[in-house]
């Protein structure tokens, strides 16, 4: 039955005693000790100048060779990176970013993913819906012609410790602030390989898509079964059990929208929670594109959804939650009965505040 959604520290220990020179005494063999004491030193200071030099001119050749990259590590001896150990980790050097997929009929989030020498989103990717039979939740590729270097970024299930690369190369995952839930993800440059061709010029074509295998904290390859495609893409109408529908904002134009056939619970095994979008409608106000959303919760539609990941209340504005969105922009919502309207994009958290206390939405069950 369709239901209006309500607007509603050790001090330095003593020297070691040392039995007097024989057949001298006095102050010829304090002087004797003295001398001894500045060699020692001087040996002493020596020998660490070598080791650091030892230890830099290692940590080059471990960088230059690439196998020093953050959160790697070679075949042998993996089992020393497993996900428990209490040594420090190295920052990741790269973030993601986790917002819920807006468009109409999708389930899960879409990834934002934040690479070294970019400020914001440099690329990603939408309806990634991390289950227990799929480790690796999403894979991400981009390769740089100018670096030469390809990109892997995978996001994976908290039970991943690691992901080997081929036959021999294995990369620690890595938990980030953006990620909930316990999800974990790893970032795996490769170098481009160069070749010679018939003239006599080299080119570097990027690396062939390589097979990834997810690793538990043993080393030991975990097994994975996708979902049955037809539990991710229901199928979209003209019409839906779903409608939005605005008005009182001067200006406000709605162009298209992505409505689903059905609500449906989402079949999979659903690491922590995720949302499903039963209708999302684009708007215009003032040249600027504003994407409205209806989402429930994915597994059990109808019952509360969770809370939005990275969003905060707006002072002021309890009501109202506001933070990172995905390549739509910023996102603002508000509760309204067992769903969330959402809205992002548009010039600003006013902007869409206003426009969402515009809205009516409407969710039949």
């Not at 999979?268 to 594109?289: K, M, N, Q």
């Not at 905060?312 to 009965?337: E, H």
Request: proline share 10%.
């Amino acid at each position: 039955m369709p239901s209006l959604l309500d607007e509603r520290s050790r001090g330095d220990a003593p020297p070691p005693y040392r039995a007097p020179e024989r057949g001298l005494v006095g102050p010829e063999q304090g002087v004797i000790e003295e001398a001894r004491r500045r060699r020692r030193a001087r040996r002493a200071r020596l020998g660490a100048a070598a080791l650091l030099a030892l230890a830099g001119i290692g940590a080059l050749v471990w960088a230059v060779s690439g196998q020093g990259a953050p959160g790697e590590r070679g075949a042998v001896g993996h089992a020393n990176a497993r996900a428990g150990a209490s040594r420090r980790p190295a920052a990741p050097g790269f973030g993601i970013r986790l917002s819920p997929a807006l468009d109409g009929g999708q389930y899960g989030w879409c990834v934002g993913l934040e690479e070294p020498g970019f400020s914001g989103i440099s690329g990603g990717g939408c309806s990634a819906i991390p289950t227990e039979s799929q480790p690796l939740s999403m894979v991400l590729t981009s390769a740089d012609g100018r670096t030469r270097k390809q990109s892997i970024v995978v996001l994976t299930t908290p039970q991943v410790a690691a992901v080997r690369l081929g036959a021999r190369r294995v990369v620690a995952t890595t938990g980030l602030p953006g990620l909930p839930y316990g999800l974990r993800a790893a970032r795996i440059v490769v170098p481009f390989t160069g070749r010679r061709s018939a003239g006599g010029r080299i080119d570097f074509p990027a690396p062939a898509e390589p097979s990834l295998t997810p690793l538990d904290g043993a080393g030991r390859p975990i097994a994975g079964a996708p979902v049955r495609p037809s539990a991710q893409t229901p199928a979209l109408a003209a019409r839906g059990p779903c409608a939005l529908k605005a008005g009182g904002v001067p200006g406000l134009s709605a162009r298209w929208s992505h409505i689903a056939s059905e609500i449906a619970p989402y079949r999979g095994a659903l690491v922590g929670r995720a949302f499903f979008s039963c209708i999302d409608t684009e708007y215009f106000l003032h040249g600027w594109p504003l994407d409205a959303a209806i989402l429930l919760d994915a597994a059990h539609p109808g019952s509360a959804p969770a809370a939005i990941p990275g969003l905060s209340p707006v002072p002021g504005r309890a009501a109202y939650v506001n933070g990172p969105g995905d390549f739509k922009g910023q996102l603002t919502a508000i509760r309204r009965g067992d769903a969330w309207l959402v809205v992002a994009g548009g010039s600003g958290l006013s902007q869409r505040i206003d426009v969402l206390s515009h809205l009516t939405a409407t969710v039949g069950l």
